[in-house]
C-alpha cells in the first residue's frame, strides 16, 4: 500500500471519527482514539504493520497535538470552580479502579488458581 494512501486514510479516520464522537456528544478525542484502535494492524489489518513500526516520530507529533487540543479546551476559572469535586471524582475512580482490579484478580485466582499448582511440562 503506498504511504500517501496510508496517511491519507490515517487522518481521513482520525477526522471522520472526531466528527462523529462530536455528533454523539463525546469528546473529539474519543474518535481519534477509537480510529486508532481499529486502524491499528494487531486489530484489523487496514495498513502493513512495517509501516505503523516506523512512524514513531508521526506518533508523537499526534499525541502533541491532541495534548494541545485537549488542553486549550480546559478553562481555569471552570476549573478552580469545580475544584472539590474534580479532587473528590479522582480520589474515587482511582480507589474504584483499584479495588475493582484487585477484586478481579481474586476472582480470577479464585477460579483457576488450582490450574497454578499443576507443572506445565511433564
Given amino acids: 500500500m503506498d504511504a500517501l494512501l496510508i496517511v491519507g486514510t490515517i487522518l481521513a ?9 462530536q ?3 463525546l469528546p473529539k ?5 477509537l480510529c486508532g ?4 494492524p494487531a486489530v484489523f489489518h487496514p495498513m502493513p504493520r512495517d509501516f ?3 512512524t514513531g516520530l508521526v506518533t ?3 499525541l502533541g497535538f ?5 488542553g486549550g479546551s480546559l478553562l481555569w476559572e471552570r476549573i478552580r470552580s469545580m475544584g472539590q469535586s474534580i479532587v473528590w471524582i479522582t ?3 482511582a480507589e474504584g479502579a483499584l479495588l475493582l482490579v484487585f477484586a478481579g484478580f481474586a476472582l480470577v485466582l479464585t477460579l483457576f488458581g488450582s490450574l497454578l499448582d499443576t507443572p506445565l511440562t511433564q
Avoid: Q
Fill in 23 to 25: 455528533l454523539l456528544r
Fill in 66 to 70: 491532541i495534548t494541545f487540543s485537549v
Fill in 29 to 33: 478525542v474519543t474518535g481519534y482514539i
Fill in 60 to 62: 508523537h507529533m499526534a
Fill in 91 to 93: 480520589l474515587l475512580e
Fill in 52 to 54: 505503523v513500526d516506523h
Fill in 13 to 21: 479516520g482520525g477526522f471522520l471519527a472526531g466528527e462523529a464522537a
Fill in 37 to 40: 484502535v481499529l486502524l491499528n
